[in-house]
């Protein structure tokens, strides 16, 4: 991404699930558990950047606690019923256009959009796990080739399903929907300059 284009709620979201999976374990979200990794250790500057950036309710004590609480949802309780109005007309609209039994709307807690958060997060991951199955394939026999053109239709099928649960988990974020340059990211949230591709080409 270059200094002119925006970052959204949408990259800390990319950004957290590709950490946690080439690091699965929680103990290893942490700075000091990462300072011989440089792909990693760079991944979780950005992540508090991010955070700090898109949801300043989650305070930082230590990394990994914040990967927590971006995962548990914890900072919707921190927030302004109000400040979700847009979120909770979709989801109004979702349910009265598909169930007439629910004729009336009720007035949704910021409970009820924690839980609402996890799920949703919970399957989007499930689901971006199917679309990248194929993942790392560079050349294929004929034999295998029929089991890879039927996964890589159905992920592709996928991947627009995928687009809208993302742009819906991204107002659960950051129902403000912002947008951030590199430049301002650098400047106010010290987002790091470093080139993530070229360290990521050195450590293969």
């Known amino acids: 991404m270059n200094n002119l284009e925006k970052y959204t709620a949408v990259d800390l979201l990319d950004t957290v699930i590709e950490f946690t999976q080439m690091t699965p374990e929680p103990e290893d979200w942490l700075f000091k558990r990462q300072k011989y990794n440089d792909p990693?250790?760079?991944?979780?500057?950005?992540?508090?950047?991010?955070?700090?950036?898109?949801?300043?309710?989650?305070?930082?004590k230590d990394e990994r606690q914040a990967i927590e609480d971006f995962y548990s949802g914890n900072f919707v309780l921190s927030r302004q019923i109000q400040d979700y109005q847009k979120l909770i007309n979709i989801m109004d609209n979702t349910i009265l256009k598909v169930d007439s039994a629910y004729a009336s709307k009720v007035q949704i807690s910021l409970d009820e959009l924690?839980?609402?958060?996890?799920?949703?997060?919970?399957?989007?991951?499930?689901?971006?796990?199917?679309?990248?199955?194929?993942d790392g394939i560079m050349e294929i026999s004929y034999p295998f080739y029929f089991s890879y053109l039927v996964t890589k239709n159905i992920s592709e099928s996928l991947k627009s399903k995928a687009r809208k649960l993302e742009s819906i988990l991204a107002l659960f974020i950051d129902p403000f929907n912002q947008k951030f340059t590199m430049e301002e990211l650098i400047n106010n949230f010290d987002y790091p300059e470093e080139d993530l591709f070229d360290i990521d080409l050195d450590w293969k």
């Open 40 to 60: 990693r250790f760079i991944r979780l500057q950005r992540i508090l950047s991010l955070l700090w950036a898109f949801i300043p309710e989650i305070k930082i």
């Open 114 to 134: 924690q839980f609402n958060y996890g799920n949703l997060l919970s399957y989007y991951i499930k689901l971006n796990k199917l679309i990248n199955h194929n």
